[in-house]
């Protein structure tokens, strides 16, 4: 089965600009989401189709994804941000959804 | 807007079955596939299959086949998810989330509030 790969924790100052990998084998040719989650809530999507946001998403937030790494960039990070980020696509081999293990980002 | 609101939590005993409810509001329901998400305390997502209402076609993971059924009343705009067979590992959140039908890349663009369902002995 397909497996994505994220760091498990990422620090950053306010004001200054987080990255968030996610790898998989080929995932550049693959559809990436974004999802936030902040402490017993239900996760938001921050990032569809590699690089687009919905409506309500700031535009600090962006993504890239080549070869076989998935970026989302967060600009001018703020306490607000602070949370978990997991990575998703679909795995059309096997018809399955699938999640990276998830990344919690620590504003310092 | 689209509303998905989920049943409430859940004690259950090892060995037992759970049915969480997720209603649909705001939306075409048919148009969607509900998929169903868990997440144990402390741990990441993990997708655990859905269905499209339209046709009751369901895609299950491979780690829950045999032991889960999702199924969706079109009168009512509601999934439910049955776990069966529950064990103290299968204490989570319980999640449902829409995504379109087509294409399968879809992102699941709306969630439920969450289900925490706990299992003890």
């Known amino acids: 089965s397909y497996v994505l790969t994220q760091p498990p924790s990422v620090s950053v100052a306010p004001g200054k600009t987080a990255r968030i990998s996610c790898g998989g084998n080929n995932i550049g040719s693959k559809s990436v989401h974004w999802y936030q989650q902040r402490p017993g809530q239900a996760p938001v999507l921050v990032i569809s189709y590699d690089n687009d946001r919905p409506s309500g998403i700031p535009e600090r937030f962006s993504g890239s994804n080549s070869g076989n790494t998935a970026t989302l960039t967060i600009s001018r990070v703020e306490a607000e941000d602070e949370a978990g980020y997991y990575c998703q696509v679909w795995d059309s081999l096997s018809d399955h959804g699938v999640f990276g293990g998830g990344t919690k980002l620590t504003v310092l | 807007q689209v509303q998905l609101v989920q049943s409430g939590a859940e004690v259950k005993k090892s060995g037992s079955s759970v049915k969480v409810a997720c209603k649909a509001s705001g939306g075409t329901f048919n148009s969607y596939v509900i998929s169903w998400v868990r997440q144990a305390p402390g741990q990441g997502l993990e997708w655990m299959g859905g269905?499209?209402?339209?046709?009751?076609?369901?895609n299950y993971a491979q780690k829950f086949q045999g032991r889960v059924t999702i199924t969706a009343d079109e009168s009512t705009f509601t999934s439910y998810m049955q776990l069966d067979s529950l064990r103290s590992e299968d204490t989570a959140v319980y999640y449902c989330a829409r995504r379109s039908v087509s294409p399968r890349t879809q992102p699941f663009d709306y969630w439920g509030q969450g289900t925490l369902v706990t299992v003890s002995s």
């Open positions: 269905i499209i209402p339209l046709f009751g076609t369901t």
